[in-house]
Structure formats: C-alpha cells, structure tokens
C-alpha cells in the first residue's frame, strides 16, 4: 500500500500600514512585501489586506476616474515586477457593471482570478452600499494543489459565502479585512470565524489591516483558527508585520502549524495603544511636524500629553501652561512636573492681559449684564486663540483634550478648548481616561498621583468642580454609554435603576449639543459608537421635546 503523501503550504499575512489614496506608494509596499515574504519567509503565498491598492477606507476617491486609472497602472506594476511568489491583491475593480470591492489572484505574472465581495456593510462606520455593486459567484483558487475560498470582510460575518465556497471544494478559508477596532472587537471577530468554521469544518486566515485613517484605526490582530475552532497562529495588534505560517496538507484535510501567541492586551492597554497608533498616522500621514496642546495640570491634558509623546517623542511635542486668576498653584505646579517627567518644550503664558483687553473691549456690551459662563468661555478662548497661533507659526498641530463624557453633554468651549486639529481623547469617557491614566502610570510614571485624585474642574470659576455642572461621572458615563451608544430610551434607563430625573438632564444636554460636536476636531474612534460617522443627528430636531 502507497505511503499518504504529504505536503506543505506556507503562507505569509502582510499586517501591513497603508496610506488612503497613495496608490502607487502602496503597491510599491506591497512588492516589498511580497519580496520579502519570498526571499526571507519563503512563503508560497502572500495575503494583502482588503482594498490594499487604495488603502482604507478611500471613500469618495473612489468616484474619481483618474484613480481607478492609477489603480490599474498598479496592477499591471505587480504584475510585471511580482515574481516567484503569488499575492491575494485587495483594491476597488472598477467594471463597466460598476465598482466592486475586489481581491486579484496574482499569479505567474497574471491576474488569474478577481473576486468580489458579496456582503456590503452600510451601518455603523461603514458605506460601502454609497460606492460598491454586490459580488456574485463563488471564488475558488487553487495554490500548490490546495483549494482556496476567497472571501473580504464582511462575508466571513455571513454563513453563506463561506459555506458556498466549501461546497465548491474550498479546503482553506482566507479572509482579507480592514475591519476597524473598537473595545473588545477582537474577541467579536474570532467568535464569527468559530461560527464559520464549526459549520464548515475548516480553517481560516484572518489577514487584517493596521494603522490609523483619520478617526478610525485598524488594529490588525490578524490570525489564522485551524478546523476545531482554535487559534493556532496571531499577529500582535497594532503593529506592522510580515509573518508566514506552514500548512500541513494530506489527503484528508489541510492543517495549520500552531507557532507561540503573543500575550492577549487588557482593555486598557488594547485601547492606549489604538489612541498611540491613531494620533501617530494621523500626524505622520498628514505631514505635521510636530504638536501643542494646553497642559492645564488636569487629567485629560496630562493623559494627551503622554499618549503624544508615545506617538511622536518628546522632541516633537511642546505644551502650554495658560493660568488664569482662577488657576490653583497645584495645577501649575503638576503641569510643570508633567512636562519635565517626559523632557518636553514647556511655557508658561499667564492669559490675564487678554482676558483683561477683552473685558475692557465688552465694558460697553456687558454693562448691567451678570457675570456669567460668558466670561468663563473666554478664558478658554484666549487659550485657543494662544495655541493657534503657535500652531501657524510652527506649523504644529494643535492637539484638544476634551473627553468623550465631555464631548457628548456640551462641557467644553466652541473656539476655546475645542480648538485644534485633533482630539486625541474625543471618544474616551471619563472614567475610562481614569483608567488610562493609571494604565500608563504602570509602565512608568509620568502622571502626577495627585492630577489623578483630585476632583476634575476646569478652573473657568472660583472653587469650580465639574461636579457643579455634570453627575458624578461614574453615573454620567453609564447613562451616556446606555443612550449614545445602546440607544435606549428614558423609560429603559430608569428601569435600570437611574435617577429620572438625572438621565432626562443629561439626554436633553446631548441633544442640544450636536451642533458643538459637528464642529470639534477629529478624534481616535475607540469605542462601538463614536461621534461622527457613527453617530449622524440632526442638528435641528423636535426629539425629545416631549419629556418632562
């Protein structure tokens, strides 16, 4: 009796950082890859990530002509100058039927096959319904004599793309992504390829995208699960790589070869670096030289603070301390500590000659008028109109501070705190920030204790406490994260046990405020329902009027 004949397939995951329009830069990228991935892993096969060509998401760069004409030119570049290894090429195939998110099966030189995703997400972040038609057909390759379903993204969230291409003898999945993180989505995509492969029976490679797109960032995290449902093989999150895993093939089934895990991230540590990864691109990306913020001796300037100089190092980083007369000694006196613990920039500029000239100017406007949040919002924006103007004539950009919690009721000044050009901690609740904070103290202090424990205030009034505004943020986060980010409604909320009348407070400042936030600055997305793409309100509603 003949011996079973075994044999061995290698593929290698190009974990790759891409930049959204660069079309040509990225092919160029991902030749390296595929040189590499052959010379150095000896791999058979290399897996991109989806829409690799464009980088994503390329939104309505794909409306134009002349890019899909770039899109082609780099096909045919790979073409000609990828050699001695195959590549899964994801880019938008422009068609005379329309627009279809695609992956090439490049091979000997050709594109021998395309395949074109099926499902078409249109929730949450996504709007692919806006540029794509719908795939058809199942997509079956064969490599070294294995046979191969091709699938993108979304498709591996649905039973029948998978199941279609095992019925057509598929032996192996592979899925190429850009699927962006949020907390806990990891454990979110393994559980869907589990479902996928306990009704099929077979493995998959997961091949995920990395990098930050604006307010998006894409952690990569990819893996490959062997048939039992296991994850046998994963790259670290939020990290580039090129890594290659053999595939043990023989009459019956085709097997990965486990390799060591790297150590699964806490909460905190997933999001600081998705926060690190997001604000880095999105200077890098963009070409800024460098950034400055207002360093106030509170919680959040001191987190953004720390999350800039673990992006970019302290020598692109310089702060401002601005006091006013209602600043506390302890505030400078942290901020300055702050600012020497990590070796960066530092001044301070009293804004009590421009809040005092503009008080001087309103004498006539404001007379027999109180004093009131008036007079406090412009203390922030002389902070603003300070910090813009090292930014113009630095060329820095401006990093904002304000919270999620923050953000979501109003608590912060159009054109004061609200000015600049990233909010590092747009979609970070405030207890989370606690969290954050004493995360990144873990790896080594830079976070005075004290800036941790003290009541948050914005120091805009004599005594103030954010407490004087807000509910104790342990309860305000809940009831934000039950409204923006569940959906729920009143009655829902005070079933779980919250105060009427605190949550119908909060509701109605969320909903007054959505004109603040359509002009605030771009932020890291962190969480499952970040403002802006996310989350799309009308400014001008008649919503919840009705409750008392």
Not at 155 to 173: F, K, N, S, T
């Amino acid at each position: 009796m003949a011996a079973q004949r075994t044999r061995c397939l290698r593929i290698a995951i190009a974990q790759i950082n891409l930049l959204v329009g660069d079309v040509m830069g990225n092919a160029r990228k991902i030749l390296n890859a595929a040189v590499h991935a052959r010379d150095e892993l000896q791999a058979d096969l290399l897996v991109t990530p989806e829409l690799a060509l464009t980088g994503y998401p390329p939104e309505d760069l794909l409306l134009r002509d002349d890019v899909h004409e770039v899109v082609a030119q780099a096909i045919h570049f790979l073409q000609k100058e990828v050699k001695g290894i195959d590549v899964l090429l994801g880019y938008p195939a422009q068609t005379p039927d329309g627009i279809f998110n695609a992956v090439g099966y490049l091979h000997n030189g050709g594109l021998a096959a395309q395949c074109h995703k099926h499902n078409l997400p249109n929730y949450s972040v996504f709007d692919e319904k806006r540029y794509f038609q719908t795939g058809e057909g199942v997509c079956v390759i064969e490599v070294k004599g294995i046979r191969m379903g091709i699938t993108i993204c979304e498709d591996i969230w649905h039973p029948e793309p998978v199941q279609q291409a095992v019925a057509q003898g598929a032996e192996l999945i592979i899925n190429i992504n850009a699927s962006p993180y949020h907390l806990n989505k990891s454990e979110e995509r393994t559980a869907v390829v589990r479902d996928r492969i306990m009704e099929t029976g077979k493995p998959v490679v997961y091949a995920n995208l990395v990098g930050g797109q604006d307010e998006l960032v894409f952690d990569g995290d990819s893996f490959v699960m062997d048939k039992e449902g296991t994850v046998v093989f994963r790259l670290a999150a939020f990290q580039e790589a090129i890594t290659a895993l053999d595939f043990v093939v023989d009459e019956h089934d085709v097997r990965p070869v486990a390799q060591a895990l790297p150590a699964r991230l806490s909460e905190e540590a997933s999001v600081y670096q998705a926060l690190v990864l997001g604000v880095r691109d999105y200077i890098e990306k963009n070409g800024f030289t460098g950034v400055v913020l207002g360093l106030s001796g509170g919680i959040d300037s001191a987190l953004t603070l720390a999350i800039a100089v673990d992006a970019i190092g302290n020598e692109r980083v310089e702060a401002v301390m601005m006091p006013s007369r209602y600043t506390a000694d302890m505030s400078v006196q942290d901020a300055r500590e702050e600012a020497e613990i990590l070796g960066i920039e530092y001044q301070v500029i009293t804004i009590e000659p421009a809040f005092n000239a503009f008080l001087d100017l309103l004498q006539h406007e404001f007379e027999g008028l109180p004093v009131d949040t008036t007079e406090e919002n412009m203390q922030a924006r002389c902070r603003g109109l300070l910090l813009m103007a090292i930014s113009n004539k630095k060329r820095k950009i401006v990093l904002t501070t304000g919270n999620k919690s923050e953000m979501s009721v109003g608590y912060a000044t159009l054109y004061g705190d609200m000015a600049g050009g990233f909010d590092v901690l747009k979609d970070v609740p405030k207890t989370l920030v606690y969290r954050l904070s004493e995360y990144r103290n873990s790896l080594g202090r830079v976070i005075p204790q004290r800036v941790i424990d003290r009541p948050p205030s914005a120091e805009l009034a004599p005594d103030q406490k954010d407490t004087d505004s807000l509910p104790d943020y342990d309860v305000l986060d809940a009831i934000l994260e039950a409204y923006i980010e569940q959906d729920q409604g009143l009655e829902a909320m005070v079933a779980r046990g919250y105060d009427r009348a605190t949550i119908i407070k909060v509701m109605r400042l969320v909903d007054r405020n959505e004109y603040k936030r359509r002009q605030a600055p771009p932020g890291v997305r962190i969480t499952r329902r970040a403002f802006g793409r996310d989350r799309r309100y009308p400014i001008t509603s008649g919503y919840g009027r009705e409750r008392s």
